[in-house]
């Protein structure tokens, strides 16, 4: 009854584990076992993943870079990067945002960047401080550095930026000014 539990350090060592090399136990016949050292948890960037058999019906609102696979009725907001690649139906914030084989109804803010892959289909403004865009836009464009329409792009909406690089087989049916303090004219809109 006096005796005092061993804590986990001392059954570690106690069962022969070292985290910095292998290690040799002695078993009950006296012969000696080389055991490997202990594995290093897996490191990986912060973040979250949300698979793509997984649907959302609400906002989700992170600190962290997510990647979404699946589907959500409601709005996305980050301080890191999202990759999308599944179906959003509200309004997307991030700090960087990557958009490959997605589809989204509502509006697509960064404070940085914004690139959309051929296979994206978008209904709703983009806007963000430079955007590449290689896939379908239903909406209007304010970049306040550039704009890089790659040649597949269709794009239906108005485009107010800095500088515009537009890619030959591009489709483009709106306006576009260049050369625009993209800030102050989105608040007069």
Known sequence: MGSSKPNF??????MGFD????????????????QPPLMQPHQTEKGTLIAEDVVITGDIKARQNIEFCGEIKGNIETAGILQLNGKAEGNIKADNLILQNAIVHGNVTSNNQISIDRDTEVVGDLTARSIIIGGNLKGNIFAEESVLIQEQAVIKG???TGLIDIRQGAQLSGKVETGVDVKNKKKAE
């Open 9 to 14: 350090n001392e059954l570690v060592k106690k």
């Open 19 to 34: 985290d910095t090399k292998e290690s040799v136990v002695e078993t009950e016949k006296s012969e000696v076992v080389k």
């Open 158 to 160: 108005d485009i107010s």
